[in-house]
């Protein structure tokens, strides 16, 4: 199977390429990429006025498989991916039951190979049923590709067995994935600890709940040398301590989420469930910390956190409904309309933090670029076309967002996965 990607603006944030060409895929491989290629491709797809860029990867979702299928699938949720560009993602293990050893690994694997659109890595817990009492099999998941462990959704308290996973981490050749809240800080919060909060009576979350993991953890890495990734970053102060991190030379990395760049809480206008997430939507002192941290690169990714509910779960006043919020078919939008328009990071820099910089965070090198021999792990991602985002037509089972109705710049044209059309807008294509 050929396929020749046409005329698009190629963007590749390993090799610097950033020039208009042609990409020619064979048997699910970038075969290669050049001016004028001859049209001998048994699939031609137009990409002018497009940028041709490396399929992204989302370090962070949870597609609720096994066990909370209402909520999302693999199928499904693989779909979501796929429709917003993300070729590869990591799957949280917070599902039921918790994803905790080798077996459990080769399940959500063998069945995402089948199910799934995308490449899904399954990532493991760091302690049996994320109870925070023994270590899960890691070295187990580890053998079954499981990349890094997380206890996503909490964090293990116990710092003494947290290291301990972090040892055994280490010598498996996993990273760590964090999840930074001192759960006995938070006391019932539902939002940023702020007027806001108190306007609509509900109590809050402040900063000092994430940073005083974000500060242990950071430790903690320095001592046990593991690769450590803080998810979800929604704080100035981390943003800091990953500055500072770096500094030292640590190998420490951080994340972002688009609802932290795009919302702040003065967007919470009422007490309504579809913005309420984990971390809470912060101060604009903190959105403007987190763009400023990204732009200045102490910031390493964009992911998602994808967190589907059910309406009825959600359609309910914030101290009620679960955290989180759905995000892939969204994220890439967001991160163009928030960040590469307004000039607070080039079209490359997104390329990097959503496929350059997971891919290396992975230890994965047949991705996260176009160059010739990797993956044809691709997106056609069209910066011109403005429309609001419309739930209804999300091919997530979760409807969950704060962004329905927003407007928007930037689409997804095609999503090749292994060299295979898995995503094909009709609006941007004319349905051929
Ligand atoms: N982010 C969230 O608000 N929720 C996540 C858990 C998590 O990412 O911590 C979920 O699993 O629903
Ligand atoms: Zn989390
Ligand atoms: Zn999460």
Do not use: W
């Amino acid at each position: 199977m050929t396929i020749l990607i046409q005329n698009g603006h190629v963007i590749d944030p390993l090799t610097g390429r950033d020039e208009v060409c042609d990409v020619l895929v064979r048997d699910g491989k970038i075969q290669k990429i050049g001016t004028g290629l001859p049209e001998e491709a048994e699939q031609v797809l137009d990409a002018s006025g497009c940028y041709v860029m490396p399929g992204l990867i989302d370090l962070h979702v949870h597609f609720r498989d096994p066990g909370l299928e209402y909520k999302e699938t693999l199928e499904t949720g693989a779909r979501a991916a796929a429709r917003g560009g993300v070729t590869t993602v990591c799957a949280m293990p917070n599902t039921r039951p918790v994803i905790d050893t080798a077996e459990k690994v080769a399940d959500v694997h063998a069945r995402a190979k089948k199910d799934a659109l995308v490449h899904v890595i399954q990532i493991g817990a760091v302690t049996r049923g994320q109870e925070g009492k023994e270590l899960a099999d890691i070295a187990g998941m580890a053998r079954e590709g499981c990349h890094a462990i997380s206890e996503d959704g909490k964090s293990v308290m116990n710092a003494s067995l947290y290291r301990k996973g972090m040892r055994e981490a280490k010598a498996n050749g996993l990273a760590v994935f964090a999840h930074c809240e001192d759960i006995t800080m938070v006391e019932g919060g539902v939002m940023n600890a702020d007027e806001n909060a108190a306007r609509l009576g509900l109590k809050g979350i402040t900063n000092s709940v994430e940073d005083v993991i974000v500060a242990r953890d950071i430790l903690l890495a320095k001592e046990t040398g593991v690769r450590l990734h803080l998810c979800h970053c929604s704080t100035a102060d981390s943003v800091e301590m990953i500055r500072l991190a770096k500094e030292e030379g640590l190998p420490v990395t951080g994340e972002v989420c688009p609802h932290h760049f795009t919302l702040s809480a003065d967007d919470i206008r009422e007490n309504d469930g579809n913005y309420k997430m984990n971390p809470p939507l912060r101060s604009k002192a903190d959105v403007e910390a987190l763009k400023k941290g990204l732009k200045e690169g102490i910031m390493d990714v964009i992911s998602t956190d994808h967190a589907p509910h059910s309406e009825e779960e959600k359609n309910q006043p914030m101290e009620k409904a679960p955290f989180g919020i759905v995000g892939l078919e969204t994220s890439a939008a967001l991160t163009y309309t928030e960040l590469v328009k307004p000039g607070i990071l080039s079209i490359m820099d997104m390329a990097e933090k959503m496929s350059l910089n997971p891919a290396k965070i992975l230890g994965l090198s047949d991705r996260g670029s176009i160059s010739e021999g990797k993956r044809a792990d691709l997106v056609v991602f069209d910066p011109n076309r403005e429309y609001r985002i419309d739930k209804t037509t999300f091919l997530s089972k979760g409807k969950n967002t704060p962004f329905d109705g927003r407007k928007v710049t930037g689409d997804i044209k095609y999503t090749l996965v292994d060299g295979k059309i898995v995503y094909e807008n009709q609006a941007l294509t004319g349905g051929n």
